[in-house]
């Protein structure tokens, strides 16, 4: 079984920055491909970046150039730095390991966290 737990999130002014932070417990993130989403009220959960086992990183075009997703593996940790953060980034964020399947595809992962919520005010 494996446990992920976000942290990080908070109230942000536009422009601003965060660091969220995603840590395995139980089986970790060895071998595997870390994602984050977010979810938006009243909007479908939707892709933010992925990072595969041998660093190769993904972006969605919305965040491509603002967020950087890294991961630590001695700390069973991946983190999503996120900056020049906008109000339409407003959501809760969900780190999530991949089983299989495409890194941008929700349905190719099994294990996700609770999520933490990102405010960003205009």
């Known amino acids: 079984q494996v446990q992920l737990v976000e942290s990080g999130g908070g109230l942000v002014q536009a422009g601003g920055s965060l660091r969220l932070s995603c840590v395995a417990s139980g089986r970790t993130f060895r071998g595997y491909a870390v994602g984050w989403f977010r979810q938006a009220p009243g909007k479908e959960r939707e892709f933010v970046a992925g990072?595969?086992?041998?660093?190769?990183?993904y972006y969605s075009d919305s965040v491509k150039g603002r967020f950087t997703i890294s991961r630590d593996n001695h700390k069973n940790t991946v983190y999503l730095q996120m900056n020049s953060l906008k109000p339409e980034d407003t959501a809760v964020y969900y780190c999530a390991r991949r089983k299989e399947g495409p890194v941008l595809v929700a349905d190719s992962y099994n294990y996700w966290g609770q999520g933490t919520q990102v405010t960003v005010s205009s």
């Open positions: 990072i595969t086992w041998t660093a190769d990183t």
